[in-house]
């Protein structure tokens, strides 16, 4: 009985010693958890917003650009020249942001509207807020947004002084902000509550994920109690990622100025519905991933480093250590799933490689294969690029990320003139170079596609005296 007792004893300890352990776990447990879910959505809402930041910033550069295309054409006209009216009839429609196209006005009382519009006998060119503003530019630049009466919505003039003469002449466009207010209502789709773009000096709220307040001014004395705290951190030029009290909780709010304009775009994140789903997380569940976890780690802890070497092997190419065909083919498929239509696929062809072999044997072949291939890891080294060896002295690259043409031209440019510096001194004889086929990723949203283009281009490439690229 004593020793039976002692056993029970012992038992007690023992489960007294382990439950306030594994309690105590649990504890810590949903702390990390509520904290790496807290980080990760404060991180996710910088990044969403710089992403954002980027496309507006990204959409008032293509405005600028082109009215700045306008204002040198029209400065290499002259005024006088007939050309002029019908080069600014040409703005209309041309861009979406501001359809009515280009007007201009100078001190003597002339105006011309690319539209068609004709102002009343009363119209001063002079009295115009648009023409004051343009008089502080020499090259285009953004006002300050308004409310359209017509049409209810905001938009900005963009405006800019000529140089010409006899007058004091300004042009000026209408820039309508349909793109931010799409933006601000595509951001507002997983957690981030509330994005809207505001002006610096006025706090006129030029777009809004809340329709409705789009146009109205932001102060202390709005009704939302967000928006009250947001306006005093603008207030006090507090810019980037700040913890502040909002009507039904606490918001991660992220304050960004956009450059090309005279804007902040701000973002809010309810850390309630950050929460919400680790809220609803039951205890039963987290014994049972608890124990699952252990055995888990037991079983397959054993065998996962065989396991990950295996598969590492069975996607390289062993000569080159590049990814092999099967494993540059999985990568990109995931690279395409993952950014549809983003990127370049390029196949690479070496030149007079046969005559190395040929020449100088085949371990001097498998040498100069080893250095083609370091010279393209070396050189397609960003974090979305991935390069293989598809066979003999056959490779191939996907850049998967956004680039234009001339980018690409540039880039492939660099890269067959570091091939010849890496190969022409060390086999003249052979004149080694590379061929490249490139085929964008914009036009073709299948692997088969892009490898098919990618050949037919090389093709061409090669048809066309090797030592050169072909985009298809």
């Known amino acids: 009985m004593k020793a039976k007792r002692h056993y029970i004893w012992t038992n007690i300890k023992l489960v007294g010693t382990i439950v306030p352990i594994v309690l105590i776990m649990i504890i810590i447990y949903f702390m990390l958890v509520r904290q790496e879910i807290l980080t990760l959505s404060r991180e996710k809402l910088a990044l969403e917003s710089q992403s954002y930041t980027e496309k507006i910033n990204a959409w008032a550069d293509s405005v600028l650009n082109e009215v700045t295309i306008y204002k040198d054409m029209i400065e ?25 196209g280009l007007y201009m006005g100078d001190d003597l009382g002339n105006y011309f509207d690319a539209s068609g519009w ?55 466009t209408d820039v309508y902000l349909d793109y931010a207010s799409r933006l601000a ?74 450059p090309k304009t005279d804007w902040y775009f701000v973002t809010c ?42 598969r590492t092997k069975a996607r390289m190419d062993p000569l080159t250590k590049l990814f092999n065909r099967e494993g540059f083919e999985e990568l990109v498929r995931l690279s395409l799933a993952d950014r549809p239509r983003q990127g370049i696929f390029m196949i690479l062809d070496m030149d007079n490689f046969k005559l190395v072999n040929d020449q100088l044997g085949h371990p001097v072949g498998d040498q100069v294969l080893r250095e083609f291939a370091s010279i393209l890891e070396n050189y397609f080294n960003r974090n979305k690029d991935i390069t293989g060896r598809l066979g003999g002295d056959e490779f191939a690259v996907f850049v998967g990320r956004d680039i234009a043409i001339k980018e690409t031209e540039g880039m492939l440019k660099k890269f067959i003139s570091i091939v010849h510096q890496n190969f022409d001194g060390k086999y003249p004889d052979q004149k080694l170079s590379v061929s490249i086929g490139v085929s964008p990723a914009a036009d073709s949203d299948t692997y088969e596609l892009l490898y098919q283009n990618a050949d037919k281009a090389l093709y061409e490439a090669k048809g066309k005296g090797k030592d050169r690229f072909q985009i298809r």
Request: aromatic content about 10%; proline content about 3%.
């Open 76 to 100: 290499r006209l002259g005024l006088e020249n007939e050309a002029v009216h019908e080069l600014m009839y040409t703005s209309v429609d041309t861009h979406e942001a501001y359809p009515f």
């Open 269 to 310: 994140m309810n850390r309630n519905e950050v929460l919400k789903d680790l809220w609803r997380l039951e205890f039963p569940m987290l014994i049972i991933a608890i124990i699952a976890s252990v055995l888990l780690f037991y079983l397959t802890s054993h065998f996962s480093r065989e396991m990950s070497s295996i």
């Open 185 to 258: 209502d595509e951001i507002t789709y997983d957690k981030i509550e509330h994005a809207f773009f505001v002006t610096k000096d006025s706090r006129l709220i030029v777009a809004d994920s809340d329709a409705a307040l789009t146009g109205t001014i932001l102060s202390a004395g709005n009704e939302s109690l967000l928006y009250q705290n947001v306006s005093r951190l603008l207030d006090a030029g507090q810019i980037g990622q700040t913890d502040i009290l909002g009507d039904e909780s606490v918001y991660f709010v992220n304050i960004n100025t956009i």
């Open 118 to 172: 004709v102002p009343e006998d009363d119209f001063v060119v002079t009295q115009r807020d648009w023409y004051q503003e343009g008089l502080k530019h020499s090259l285009p630049a953004f006002g300050e947004p308004y409310v359209d009466a017509m049409t209810g919505g905001t938009c900005v003039s963009v405006t800019s002084l000529l140089n010409t003469s006899p007058g004091i002449t300004v042009l000026s």
